[in-house]
Structures are given as structure tokens and as C-alpha cells.
């Protein structure tokens, strides 16, 4: 059954870093045992949204490096698997792609969909809205972080998406990858949800937190009913 995201009390949230995590020891209520607490492991996600009201201004890049968005196969230069393994059918299912280059290394790059994506941290698909684009996948060489590449990419993704007349756009970030929610904060978007995936003894649940906004919703499809 589609889980629509809307605010509400109750319980919310890329690409690709360790999913799993285990609840710290300071987490432990009182009385649960410590077999029982091994066998609980918690990932959250935030997600996080922007309006795309008006174009994104690109940032600086640093020097030797160019930037290029490519929406086919043959806008790259050279075969796509090299950088990336999905690159090429991703291309042909009309993705998008910001990517950052030096000389001919790639050095990051990040993805744009406007059609379902698994995300894998919690076992769910994103739906974007037909308004909506959203990003992911996004990765930089470890050499070239700190440079702010990712948030140079996603404000060319915005702009490439604006002019296209998407309204909106939506990325997750792992609640403890800090480095990224700020490069993703410093490329304007705003938290929206949160959203938690909890394993506990072979069952798992998804909670939600976020405001309560009617214009803030997203549709995450449980695996099993795609």
C-alpha cells in the first residue's frame, strides 16, 4: 500500500553510504535486555525539499574542474560505465546526470529522476510528483571533498530542472551524514520529513516526523507492492 507522506505527529527520510545502524547503548529503554537490543537496527532519512519557484544560481567550481549535465548516453564522453556501472541504462530511462569533471576523471556527480526510485536505506520507492524531480546518488572523490562540488551540482540540477518546469525538488540524506545535509542546505532546500526504518526481531516499520504543510507530501511504495 503506498505510504503518502503527509505531516502528521505520528512518524519520517540517498544513495550511498552504510545504511544500517545500530541503536546506540544510551538508547536502551529500561528493562530491555541486551539480546533484545541487538536485535533492533534503526536508519533514518531526511528528506528534504526546495521550490523551484526561480532559477538556482550555480556556485564557483574549483579551478581545472568543468561541469556538465548529460541526459543521454551519447552526451558522455567515452563509455558511461566507467564512472559509474548504471550509468548508460539510467541515461536511456531519461534520467539526468550533473557530473564533475577534471581533465577526463570524473571526480562527482549526482542524479536526477523524474520516476520512481528505490531508495535502499528504507526498502521503499520514492514517487515523484509530475511536478516533482528528485535527486540521488549523489558522490564525490574522496580527494575532491570539501571543494563544494555537491552543492555546485545540485543547484545545476535545479536549474536544469526549473527550466524544464519542475516546481519542486526532493533529495534524502542520512540523519548522521552532516557533511552532506549541509552541502544540501547551502543549495537552498529546507528539511520537510524524517523518516526511520526500524528492524526489530525480523519485522521492520517505518516512522514519519515532519511539519504539518499540505504542500509538503511525497509517496513512498513499499517493495513488495510496486
Not at 548508460?88 to 530511462?93: G, I, K, N, P, T
Not at 528539511?191 to 528492524?199: A, G, L
Request: aromatic share 8%.
Amino acid at each position: 500500500i503506498p505510504h503518502s507522506l503527509r505531516p502528521s505527529g505520528a512518524a519520517r527520510g540517498a544513495s550511498r553510504w552504510r545504511a544500517d545502524e545500530a541503536v546506540g547503548a544510551g538508547s536502551v529503554p529500561a528493562g530491555l535486555s541486551r539480546k533484545r537490543h541487538d536485535m533492533i537496527r534503526v536508519v533514518t532519512l531526511r528528506l528534504y525539499e526546495r521550490r523551484l519557484d526561480a532559477p538556482a544560481v550555480p556556485g564557483p567550481l574549483p579551478p581545472g574542474v568543468e561541469l556538465a549535465v548529460w541526459d543521454s548516453p551519447t552526451a558522455t564522453d567515452g563509455p558511461a560505465g566507467r564512472w559509474h556501472p548504471e550509468a548508460e541504462q539510467r541515461l536511456l530511462e531519461g534520467q539526468v546526470c550533473a557530473v564533475a569533471r577534471h581533465g577526463t576523471d570524473v571526480v562527482a556527480y549526482c542524479w536526477l529522476a523524474s520516476t520512481p526510485v528505490r531508495v535502499a536505506e528504507i526498502g521503499h520507492v520514492v514517487v515523484p510528483g509530475l511536478e516533482d524531480v528528485y535527486l540521488y546518488d549523489a558522490f564525490t572523490v574522496p580527494a575532491w571533498r570539501g571543494r563544494g562540488l555537491f552543492s555546485t551540482l545540485l543547484r545545476h540540477l535545479l536549474a536544469f530542472a526549473h527550466a524544464r518546469g519542475r516546481k519542486r525538488a526532493l533529495i534524502f540524506a542520512l540523519a548522521r551524514n552532516r557533511a552532506s545535509r549541509r552541502a544540501i542546505e547551502r543549495a537552498g532546500f529546507e528539511i520537510s520529513h524524517s523518516v526511520s526504518r526500524v528492524e526489530l526481531c525480523g519485522r521492520e516499520r517505518l516512522w514519519f516526523r515532519g511539519p504539518r504543510s499540505r504542500f509538503c507530501r511525497v509517496t513512498l511504495v513499499g517493495e513488495g507492492h510496486r
